[in-house]
C-alpha cells in the first residue's frame, strides 16, 4: 500500500466513512491566502517543480537549515534544481514534521507520485513533475479548477492597485479571486524611515494630499471603499499582539505629525497610535459589514543577520509568549461599546492560547449571526495534525463546532490546496473516534451536515462573498 492511500489518517470505519461521504467532495473556499493575483491573472505555467514548490517556501528553507543544507541552496543562487536536490535530501529527516506529510500528499494529488521522495527518487520525480507542469491542468488557473476551489482571497496592502483583481473577475473564472485589506505599515510610526514613503504612496493611491491626519484617514478610508468596491469583504492585521492603549485624536495626531518629520514614536506612543488605529479600522470593517481577521502571537525577523542579508518572510519566525487575555479583551470591548465590532476571526500562534481566544470569542457573541467572533483555525506552526487537533478541542469544549468556519492554506504556494484535504482529514478522524468510543451519538444525519459546513458552507455563508 502506498504511504498516501485514500484512508490516509483515517484510523477507524467511522471516520473513513465520514470522511469519503461528507468531506471528500467539497468544494475549497480559502479565505485566507498569499498567493499571487498576478500568477493567476496571467494563467502562470510553471517551468518546473522548484518553481510551484520551493520558490518562497520559508517551511521547507527552515528544515534544510536545520538538515545542515547551506543557504545557496534555499534562498540563494544555487540552480532551481540543485535546489530540488537539497530538499530531497532532507525530506527522509523530516518524519514526523507535518512538512513529511505534505510533501507527499501534494506529489500525489498533483502529479500521481506514490513513490517517498529522497536523493534516489528525486531526479524521476523533478522530470515527471516537470512534463506536467507543462500541461493546461497544471497552470494556475488550470489548479483552482483541479481543486475545485470556488473563491480565495489574496492579501493586500492598501496601496495596491488590485489590477490583476480586475483582469480575473473580467475573465469570468470559475474561481471568484478578491482581495483582503492588511493595512500593517500604517501602524509603523515608530519606524519613521519605512512608514513616510509608504504614505507618500498611500496618498498617491488614494488621490489625496496627506497634509494633516485627517488626511491620512481619509486616504485609508477612500482605498477601504476601493477595496470593498473589488469585492473585498475581509481584512487581516498579523499582529505581536492586539493593541489596547486607547488615546485621543488629537494625541495620535501628535504622534502621527511627530512621525512625519521622522522623529520615530516611542515604545508607548506606538502602542497608543496603533490603538487609535485599529478601532478606526475596526469602524472601516464594521460600517462596510466585512470580517476582520486578528492573527496574532507571530514573534517576527528573530534573526537580524539573517533579516539583514535575506529579508523578511524567509523563515527566521517564532512563537511569542505575549500575554493576550487583557489587550484581546480591551480591543473587543472597546469596539462593542462603540457599536463598531465586525465579524472576527481570531487566530493564535502560541497553543497556549488555544482557550484564552476561544473562551474570548464566546464573550462578544450577540446572537445577531452564529458565529459572530470566530475562534479561527490552526496558523503557521499549529497547522499540522497535533494543532488542528487542539484547536477543534478547545473550540468544541467552549464553544460550537458545528459554527466554524473551518481551514485556509495561508500559503504562497499553489501546491498547498491539499491542507484542506488534510485538515478534513484530521476533523474526520476525530468525529470518527468520538463515536466509536460513544461520546458523539452514531447518527450521519446529525454530525454528517455538521462536517459539510465546517469543510465549506459556513464560511461561504458567514464570509458574505459573491460565489458563482
Known amino acids: 500500500m502506498p504511504f498516501i492511500h485514500e484512508d490516509f489518517l483515517l484510523q477507524n470505519a467511522t471516520a473513513r466513512h465520514l470522511y469519503h461521504k461528507f468531506a471528500a467532495g467539497q468544494p475549497i473556499l480559502d479565505f485566507h491566502s498569499h498567493l499571487s493575483a498576478a500568477d493567476i491573472a496571467a494563467n502562470r505555467q510553471f517551468r518546473n517543480l522548484f518553481e510551484i514548490w520551493l520558490e518562497g517556501d520559508h517551511y521547507k528553507w527552515r528544515a534544510m537549515r536545520a538538515n545542515g543544507i547551506a543557504e545557496t541552496f534555499c534562498t540563494g543562487e544555487a540552480s532551481p534544481y540543485d535546489k530540488f536536490l537539497a530538499w530531497a535530501s532532507t525530506v527522509p529527516h523530516?518524519?514526523?514534521?507535518?512538512?513529511?506529510?505534505?510533501?507527499?500528499?501534494?506529489?500525489?494529488?498533483?502529479?500521481?507520485?506514490?513513490?517517498?521522495?529522497?536523493?534516489?527518487?528525486?531526479?524521476?520525480?523533478?522530470?515527471?513533475?516537470?512534463?506536467?507542469?507543462?500541461?493546461?491542468?497544471?497552470?494556475?488557473?488550470?489548479?483552482?479548477?483541479?481543486?475545485?476551489?470556488?473563491?480565495?482571497?489574496?492579501?493586500?496592502?492598501?496601496?495596491?492597485?488590485?489590477?490583476?483583481?480586475?483582469?480575473?473577475?473580467?475573465?469570468?473564472?470559475?474561481?471568484?479571486?478578491?482581495?483582503?485589506?492588511?493595512?500593517?505599515?500604517?501602524?509603523?510610526?515608530?519606524?519613521?524611515?519605512?512608514?513616510?514613503?509608504w504614505v507618500e504612496r498611500l496618498a498617491a493611491a488614494a488621490n489625496v494630499y496627506i497634509r494633516s491626519f485627517p488626511d491620512f484617514l481619509d486616504a485609508l478610508r477612500k482605498r477601504h471603499d476601493f477595496f470593498h468596491q473589488a469585492g473585498c469583504r475581509l481584512s487581516d492585521h498579523g499582529l505581536v499582539h492586539c493593541y489596547a492603549n486607547f488615546c485621543s485624536e488629537s494625541r495620535a495626531r501628535a504622534i502621527f505629525d511627530q512621525a512625519r518629520t521622522g522623529q520615530a514614536a516611542t515604545h508607548e506612543e506606538h502602542a497608543e497610535f496603533a490603538s487609535h488605529l485599529m478601532l478606526y479600522f475596526g469602524h472601516l470593517d464594521a460600517q462596510s459589514g466585512w470580517t476582520k481577521q486578528l492573527h496574532l502571537g507571530a514573534l517576527r525577523n528573530v534573526n537580524s543577520r539573517a533579516l539583514q542579508s535575506l529579508g523578511p518572510d524567509t523563515g527566521f519566525d517564532s512563537i511569542v509568549d505575549f500575554p493576550q487575555a487583557a489587550s484581546l479583551g480591551a480591543y473587543l470591548n472597546q469596539l462593542n461599546r462603540e457599536n463598531a465590532l465586525p465579524k472576527m476571526i481570531l487566530y493564535n500562534l502560541n497553543p497556549g492560547d488555544n482557550y484564552i481566544f476561544a473562551t474570548m470569542a464566546g464573550n462578544f457573541q450577540d446572537g445577531s449571526i452564529p458565529g459572530k467572533i470566530q475562534f479561527g483555525s490552526g496558523w503557521w506552526f499549529l497547522d499540522q495534525k497535533e494543532g488542528i487537533e487542539w484547536q477543534l478541542n478547545a473550540l468544541s469544549n467552549v464553544g460550537l463546532l458545528p459554527r466554524f468556519v473551518g481551514m485556509l492554506t495561508d500559503s504562497r504556494s499553489f501546491m498547498s490546496f491539499p491542507r484542506h484535504?488534510?485538515?478534513?482529514?484530521?476533523?474526520?478522524?476525530?468525529?470518527?473516534?468520538?463515536?466509536?468510543?460513544?461520546?458523539?451519538?452514531?447518527r450521519e444525519d446529525l454530525v454528517g451536515p455538521m462536517i459539510e459546513n465546517i469543510c465549506y458552507h459556513n464560511a461561504a455563508r458567514f464570509l458574505g462573498l459573491t460565489i458563482s
Not at 500521481?112 to 531526479?123: K, M, Q
Not at 480565495?152 to 496592502?157: A, R, S, V
Not at 482529514?425 to 451519538?441: A, F, K, Q, Y
Request: aromatic share 8%; proline share 9%; net charge negative.
Open 421 to 442: 484535504e488534510y485538515f478534513r482529514r484530521v476533523l474526520c478522524n476525530l468525529l470518527g473516534r468520538d463515536i466509536e468510543r460513544g461520546e458523539l451519538p452514531d
Open 94 to 197: 523530516c518524519l514526523r514534521n507535518p512538512l513529511y506529510h505534505w510533501t507527499h500528499l501534494e506529489l500525489q494529488r498533483y502529479f500521481g507520485v506514490d513513490e517517498l521522495l529522497d536523493e534516489g527518487s528525486a531526479p524521476d520525480i523533478w522530470q515527471h513533475a516537470n512534463e506536467l507542469l507543462e500541461t493546461p491542468e497544471l497552470s494556475t488557473q488550470g489548479i483552482l479548477a483541479k481543486f475545485c476551489v470556488r473563491a480565495l482571497c489574496t492579501t493586500n496592502d492598501p496601496i495596491d492597485d488590485l489590477q490583476p483583481h480586475s483582469q480575473i473577475a473580467a475573465a469570468h473564472l470559475p474561481t471568484r479571486v478578491y482581495p483582503t485589506f492588511r493595512p500593517d505599515r500604517a501602524l509603523d510610526v515608530h519606524l519613521p524611515a519605512v512608514f513616510n514613503p
